[in-house]
């Protein structure tokens, strides 16, 4: 029989996320996803590419069910997100967009939305800790947040999900409105909080040299299905892999 640890451990084993044969129609019966069976490693990077129209962003949504997946397709650790709380799910995983949609106020107010939501106030040194481990500095919790520029503004946003204490976060195309130095900043923010916090991330790029950047691991949709996952490296320089064909701009 195998001991309490044992079991424990072999939970910490698993993929965080794991699609089993999601499939999603629209009421016209037109499919967006089809049959996507795939796992995202805990405490890893997953890229996903794919032409735009593809169904990445669709897949994104299913994951903290802003588009509600059929029973039994979607597992967090395991467990069938449809038989959670959605807004408990929402907590453990965050999101980001491209454009970040910051409120009128300051910083801290748009840091502490999530806990302030929940009846509860975050401390000045919170605040600050969070918008550090988003790559800014502490003082920036009293500037405005009409002040701040697109990158600022992103990591402030970043700050703001990290403020629930997710375990996964979501990416989509969060760099794309950025400059070349803002996006490198991002970047980097979110491989610290993988190494530090061991985050999850799912994170939805249009850029082949973002992905080489930052994935662990990657998976490459095309018209709703999933054509290829693996290592990035690997994938998208090797062989007659159709991720090359879509690096070379074939696809
Ligand atoms: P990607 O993020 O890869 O560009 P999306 O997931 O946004 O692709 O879209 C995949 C397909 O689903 C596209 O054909 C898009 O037009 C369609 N689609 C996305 N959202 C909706 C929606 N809310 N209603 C109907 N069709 C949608
Ligand atoms: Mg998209």
Do not use: Y
Request: glycine content about 8%.
């Amino acid at each position: 029989m195998k001991s309490r640890n044992q079991a424990v451990e072999n939970l910490a084993d698993q993929p965080k996320f794991k699609l089993k044969n999601l499939t999603l129609a629209l009421q016209d019966d037109a499919l967006i996803l089809r049959d996507i069976s795939l796992e995202f490693p805990a405490g890893q990077v997953t890229c996903l590419i794919g032409p735009s129209g593809s169904g990445k962003s669709t897949l994104l949504r299913c994951l903290n069910r802003l588009w509600e997946p059929p029973a039994g397709t979607v597992f967090l650790g395991g467990v069938d997100i449809t038989s959670l709380d959605v807004l408990a799910l929402r907590r453990k995983v965050g999101m980001l967009f491209q454009t970040p949609a910051l409120f009128d106020g300051t910083v801290a107010d748009n840091v502490a939305f999530g806990p302030v939501l929940r009846g509860k106030s975050l401390s000045d040194e919170r605040v600050g800790d969070l918008l550090e481990m988003a790559g800014l500095p502490r003082a920036m919790a009293s500037k405005s947040s009409d002040e701040l520029s697109g990158g600022e503004a992103q990591r402030a946003a970043l700050a703001r999900a990290l403020a629930n204490e997710p375990e996964v976060l979501l990416l989509d195309e969060p760099t794309s409105a950025l400059d070349p130095a803002a996006t490198r900043q991002v970047e980097e923010s979110i491989l610290h909080l993988r190494d530090t916090l061991g985050l999850t991330v799912v994170w939805v790029s249009h850029s082949v040299e973002q992905v080489m950047r930052v994935a662990d691991t990657m998976a490459l949709l095309a018209n709703g299905r999933l054509q290829e996952a693996g290592d990035p490296a690997h994938l998208l320089s090797s062989g007659h892999h159709l991720s090359k064909d879509f690096a070379a701009g074939r696809m």
